[in-house]
């Protein structure tokens, strides 16, 4: 007798926070919330993963933040608090904006804000269409002796590449792909700034193209947004203007738990069909 309901509540459970999760990531918490966006600098390393037991002892991006060790602000008074007392934000509602592999550094954005994450890292979203997909650029250094008008670098301007079909087709030329310099005979530096999101999308394109990455940078997202005053490992908190101006999404009071009616009739398709 004591089982069964029991068991119903934790499956409702789950299922609640399977669909909050979506769109505002375990939309439990009780006290309003508002937008928070990180900027952070990741080294390399570090893992842009919820899991917290990795196998070769890495952190992940969430725990290196939550530590508070490479936060940057003008207030020295927030210097001494945790991240939750800073925000009002509950240590599992971060998300990370799109992931960065292990070994690829620069700027990620991490937020409890489900639809900012829908908003950039979809480009079919309907924010996104409605007002583009701010663009991500990155700076890599690539295998091969190449300029501006070499194939590889045109492929990628004029025409896109295909990654294959499990990893999201032909990608969207990347028409401001530059060369940079030259770190050796042998090796190319280069930036591109591409407006999708699809899995380890620049590795992916040189890689089609016979031009293995060395090393990927991702240096800015949206007009304006820099790892500028930024150490590696280091992260700052974004003003409203600067999401609103950079990535086109205006900073909100994110849904309590009160979840929509929609969200509610999910749930109740979903019971019905597990029976
Ligand atoms: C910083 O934290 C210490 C130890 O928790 C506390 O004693 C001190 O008052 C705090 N300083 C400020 C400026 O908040
Ligand atoms: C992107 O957004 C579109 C439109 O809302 C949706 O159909 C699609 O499933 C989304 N893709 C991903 C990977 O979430
Ligand atoms: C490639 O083109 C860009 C932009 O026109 C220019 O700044 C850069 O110096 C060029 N690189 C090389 C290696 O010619
Ligand atoms: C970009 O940054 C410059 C200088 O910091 C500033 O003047 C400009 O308004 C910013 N543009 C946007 C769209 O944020």
């Avoid at 375990?26 to 196998?55: C, M, Q, W």
């Avoid at 530590?67 to 991240?83: A, H, I, P």
């Amino acid at each position: 007798m004591l089982g069964k309901p029991l068991s119903r509540v934790i499956t409702l459970a789950w299922l609640g926070l399977l669909l909050a999760s979506r769109d505002h990531p375990f939309g439990f918490a009780i006290p309003i919330r508002r937008t928070v966006v990180l900027l952070y600098n990741k080294p390399s390393g570090v893992v842009t993963t919820h899991e917290e037991i990795d196998v070769k002892g890495r952190v992940n991006v969430y725990q290196d933040v939550l530590s508070m060790c490479g936060f940057v602000s003008s207030s020295s008074s927030d210097l001494n608090k945790t991240l939750q007392q800073l925000t009002g934000v509950n240590p599992t509602e971060w998300n990370a904006v799109g992931r960065l592999d292990a070994d690829t550094t620069g700027l990620l954005l991490i937020t409890n804000d489900g639809g900012l994450v829908h908003h950039v890292t979809n480009k079919s979203s309907k924010t996104s269409l409605e007002l583009g997909s701010p663009g991500k650029t990155y700076e890599a250094v690539i295998m091969g002796y190449h300029d501006n008008d070499s194939i590889v670098i045109r492929t990628i301007r004029e025409k896109g590449v295909d990654i294959g079909h499990k990893y999201g087709g032909h990608t969207e030329p990347a028409r401001d792909i530059v060369v940079l310099e030259h770190p050796s005979h042998k090796t190319t530096k280069v930036s591109l700034t591409i407006y999708e999101g699809k899995n380890r999308q620049v590795r992916r394109m040189f890689h089609a193209l016979g031009s293995g990455v060395i090393q990927l940078q991702r240096v800015s997202i949206g007009a304006n947004l820099t790892l500028a005053g930024l150490e590696i490992g280091q992260w700052r908190i974004l003003s409203d203007d600067e999401v609103l101006d950079n990535l086109k999404w205006a900073p909100r009071t994110i849904d309590s738990p009160r979840r929509s009616s929609k969200e509610r009739t999910a749930t109740s398709t979903l019971k019905r069909s597990r029976r």
